[in-house]
């Protein structure tokens, strides 16, 4: 599949301003042309902004890719219930940082893309949920909030608008991956145990405290204020067909110069890592997880694959969050697999059997494997295990669990195989356990 790069420079529209610190600040916000796009929607009628983002094609940056606008259509137009909107800053997948950043150099215009999508959507309530650890970025989120209330922003009447009533609070996490998932987030910000709901209902019908809600991460709402004010044109001229726009892929690992990097959706992987500086020492590529761990590695040979999801799954993997690990040829594929299949395990709510039993099965066999105690029907269990988790529990956690380890052993079985073979790890470069 050839992608459909419609842009032929590099914008960052997204990040222009983030080495600027008054940036940050309502004041050097607005100097910039924040708070104009809110004013813009607030002209137009609430469905005209949905349906706008809907024909922008603007995708969820939060993992799952799913179209922003539709999303915000699903919220009941005729209701006597308050609704909610989440921003879901809860970035506890490894290899991901560009949500910290967001909080921490522009969370005004995260906060102008809520305040867009409550006109849209008749909410009058926002939570941003915050992952525990993020103690920084949820003060600067919080020191934000209060200066568009001191500004009337925000509370009665935003901007002058009569009747556009909207409060923004931020929630602190308490340190689970499970709370990223958004019907476990729901639980969580309710003060209840972070375990995902069985759907239907889905959100938009009962969701945050009863109340139809909508959750979006809030990379997602960065990107609204852009497409209103600049046009559905602009927005779909940048990136590829089908995943429209920019994101911003943090690459980590074996790379001279990690980092957040806003690119067009589609840039290939291999333009990415020269911007990282590429691989370190001059080493040699082995492989590339390309948007967290929970998302099957791409081996060296795919380096010339445009990043985004239509051609990501082509190659059995997706962008989830733009979260990219690299891995040099030093790189043990079995301590990786040990790595990844310790996180699910430990972080597995416990509420699905498969779940809870599946990711400590793939840790144990993974941990016999990289001691030198494996044995070759290891390999035939564990390359059974995935079909066995995905699609079989409440929410996707237990694929995510599934795919990293299945892709681990369909690129780089000849590791697993030479671990048993040899009874200790052929790597001796390799990062230690």
């Given at each position: 599949m050839t992608p459909v790069i419609t842009t032929?420079?590099?914008?960052?529209?997204?990040?222009?301003?983030?080495?600027?610190?008054?940036?940050?600040?309502?004041?050097?916000y607005e100097a910039k042309?924040?708070?104009?796009?809110?004013?813009?929607?607030?002209?137009?009628?609430?469905?005209d902004v949905a349906a706008a983002v809907k024909e922008s094609g603007l995708r969820g940056r939060g993992g799952?890719?799913?179209?922003?606008?539709?999303?915000?259509?699903?919220?009941?137009?005729?209701?006597?219930?308050?609704?909610v909107l989440i921003a879901n800053a809860d970035e506890s997948e490894p290899g991901s940082f560009k949500d910290r950043i967001i909080l921490?150099?522009?969370?005004?215009?995260?906060?102008?893309?809520?305040?867009?999508?409550?006109?849209?959507t008749g909410s009058s309530r926002a939570y941003i949920y915050v992952r525990g650890e993020y103690a920084h970025p949820a003060?600067?989120?919080?020191?934000?909030?209060?200066?568009?209330?001191?500004?009337?922003y925000l509370g009665r009447n935003c901007f002058g608008k009569k009747g556009f009533d909207v409060d923004i609070y931020v929630h602190r996490g308490a340190g689970a991956y499970i709370c990223g998932e958004e019907?476990?987030?729901?639980?969580?910000?309710?003060?209840?145990?972070?375990q995902p709901r069985k759907k239907p209902p889905f959100p938009a019908q009962y969701g945050a405290f009863g109340l139809p809600s909508t959750v979006n991460n809030i990379e997602t709402f960065a990107h609204v204020p852009f497409i209103i004010d600049r046009g559905v044109d602009w927005f779909r001229g940048i990136g590829t067909e089908k995943s429209t726009g920019t994101t911003i892929f943090g690459v980590s690992g074996h790379v001279e110069r990690p980092g957040l990097f806003e690119l067009p959706l589609g840039t290939p992987l291999r333009e990415i890592l020269g911007h990282a500086g590429g691989v370190r020492h001059g080493r040699a590529l082995k492989g590339v997880i390309p948007g967290g761990v929970s998302m099957p590695i791409l081996p060296a040979s795919d380096l010339d694959v445009p990043m985004a999801d239509e051609f990501l799954a082509?190659?059995?993997?997706?962008?989830?969050?733009?979260?990219?690990?690299?891995?040099?040829?030093?790189?043990?594929?079995?301590?990786?697999?040990?790595?990844?299949?310790?996180?699910?395990r430990d972080e597995s709510c416990g509420q699905c059997t498969q779940c809870r039993e599946g990711t400590g099965w793939m840790n144990r066999i993974c941990q016999r494997i990289e001691e030198g105690r494996g044995v070759p029907a290891d390999l035939e269990v564990l390359g059974?295990?995935?079909?066995?988790?995905?699609?079989?529990t409440i929410c996707a956690f237990a694929d995510a669990a599934a795919w990293p380890i299945g892709g681990l052993l369909r690129h780089f079985r000849d590791d697993f195989e030479a671990h048993i073979r040899e009874r200790k790890c052929p790597f001796p470069e390799s990062f230690e356990l």
């Open positions: 032929p420079y590099v914008t960052n529209y997204l990040t222009e301003h983030f080495a600027d610190d008054g940036y940050r600040t309502l004041k050097g042309g924040g708070y104009q796009a809110i004013r813009k929607a607030l002209r137009m009628e609430p469905d799952a890719g799913f179209s922003c606008g539709l999303k915000w259509s699903f919220m009941p137009k005729e209701t006597d219930q308050m609704k921490e150099r522009g969370p005004h215009v995260m906060l102008e893309g809520i305040l867009i999508a409550a006109w849209a003060d600067c989120a919080e020191r934000a909030i209060e200066e568009l209330y001191r500004a009337g019907t476990g987030l729901l639980e969580s910000l309710e003060g209840k145990k972070g082509e190659r059995g993997t997706h962008l989830g969050t733009g979260g990219m690990v690299v891995m040099d040829e030093t790189t043990c594929m079995v301590r990786v697999a040990c790595v990844v299949s310790y996180f699910f059974d295990l995935p079909g066995m988790l995905e699609g079989q």
